[in-house]
T-cell receptor, first 113, second 115 residues
Framework: SQTIHQWPATLVQPVGSPLSLECTVE??????LYWYRQAAGRGLQLLFY??????ISSEVPQNLSASRPQDRQFILSSKKLLLSDSGFYLC????????????FGPGTRLTVL | AQSVTQLGSHVSVSEGALVLLRCNYS??????LFWYVQYPNQGLQLLLK??????LVKGINGFEAEFKKSETSFHLTKPSAHMSDAAEYFC?????????????FGAGTRLAVHP
């Protein structure tokens, strides 16, 4: 089965600072990878997805970007954080077999002050 | 297009009582449906999924859900609530879009279990 690692687990950053969140996957090859954000009191919002190395699709225009430098590595970045970037960020992985289950990592809690 | 509606953002039950969390979906293709559970400050854990096989799906921790096409529903139930069931529950529908699997989540239902 798949195991998804995310770090850091928690992060407190000032407004205007850069951001890098990392997600790595074990137990599968060539997965579809996803970044979600969960803001306080709101549901899950899909931010980015990737079907392969270097292939990134954005769901929502925003202050964030994503990259996939290796098959099982997915990175979420920002050059300058906004207060509204605060939230709980979740990485998910899915084997590329049609509508298979998405498995989630433990998440990163980001607080922007 | 797919969508999910979870009725009731908060549900409170007594320990030992029936748990019923409601989910209605909309899908232009035969749906795959999922229930996930999220404990505080943790990721989402798959409870169960429906993939067009048996309409009554059994999951982990004693939960089950029944797919009712005529009602476009996929409600989650558990006969007897336990204190450890207190968490947030998300219903999701899956559909192929542009060759990838896109999960559409409901807004979530927070379940409280009191003694």
């Amino acid at each position: 089965s798949q195991t998804i690692h995310q770090w850091p687990a928690t992060l407190v950053q000032p407004v205007g600072s850069p951001l890098s969140l990392e997600c790595t996957v074990e137990g599968t090859s060539n997965p579809n990878l996803y970044w979600y954000r969960q803001a306080a009191g709101r549901g899950l919002q899909l931010l980015f997805y990737s079907v392969g190395i270097g292939q990134i699709s954005s769901e929502v225009p925003q202050n964030l970007s994503a990259s996939r430098p290796q098959d099982r590595q997915f990175i979420l970045s920002s050059k300058k954080l906004l207060l509204s970037d605060s939230g709980f960020y979740l990485c998910a992985s899915q084997t590329t077999t049609g509508r298979d289950t998405q498995y989630f990592g433990p998440g990163t809690r980001l607080t922007v002050l | 297009a797919q969508s999910v509606t979870q009725l009731g953002s908060h549900v409170s039950v007594s320990e030992g009582a029936l748990v019923l969390l409601r989910c209605n979906y909309s899908s232009s293709v035969p749906p795959y449906l999922f229930w996930y559970v999220q404990y505080p400050n943790q990721g989402l854990q798959l409870l169960l999924k429906y993939t067009s096989a048996a309409t009554l799906v059994k999951g982990i921790n004693g939960f089950e859900a029944e797919f009712k096409k005529s009602e476009t529903s996929f409600h989650l139930t558990k006969p007897s609530a336990h204190m450890s069931d207190a968490a947030e529950y998300f219903c999701a529908v899956s559909g192929l879009s542009g060759g990838y699997n896109k999960l559409i989540f409901g807004a979530g239902t927070r379940l409280a279990v009191h003694p």
